[in-house]
Nanobody
Framework: QVQLVESGGGLVQAGGSLRLSCAASGRIFNTRVMGWFRQAPGKEREFVAKLSRYGGTTVYAESVKDRFTISRDNAKNMVYLRMNNLKPEDTAVYYC???????????????WGQGTQVTVSS
């Protein structure tokens, strides 16, 4: 069992930065792939980034590559998403998620946080 709680969202101007945090509980945290997804109003939830169990491998959506960085601290049961050069189209609710497999589909992830709102003004 893994429980996830996101924080760090907010309102930021275009070009600004935010760091999202995801606090995880559960003994199996460091055996799980961790990912970030986002959902904008009226759109499907989409993959943003994922990170392997020990942080050695990352994958990003093309739209955020070179701007976002996913990381984890297994000693603290934390996952982070550093977002730089934010754009209005990054506005969405961001979700932390956990998976037992190396996937990027929504259905690959079986534990989800409640989400945190990120709003980027132009």
């Amino acid at each position: 069992q893994v429980q996830l709680v996101e924080s760090g969202g907010g309102l930021v101007q275009a070009g600004g930065s935010l760091r999202l945090s995801c606090a995880a509980s559960g003994r199996i945290f460091n055996t799980r792939v961790m990912g970030w997804f986002r959902q904008a109003p009226g759109k499907e939830r989409e993959f943003v980034a994922k990170l392997s169990r020990y942080g050695g491998t990352t994958v990003y959506a093309e739209s955020v590559k070179d701007r976002f960085t996913i990381s984890r601290d297994n000693a603290k049961n934390m996952v982070y998403l550093r977002m730089n050069n934010l754009k209005p189209e990054d506005t969405a609710v961001y979700y932390c998620a956990s998976s037992a497999v190396w996937g990027r589909r929504r259905e690959d992830y079986d534990y989800w946080g409640q989400g945190t709102q990120v709003t980027v003004s132009s």
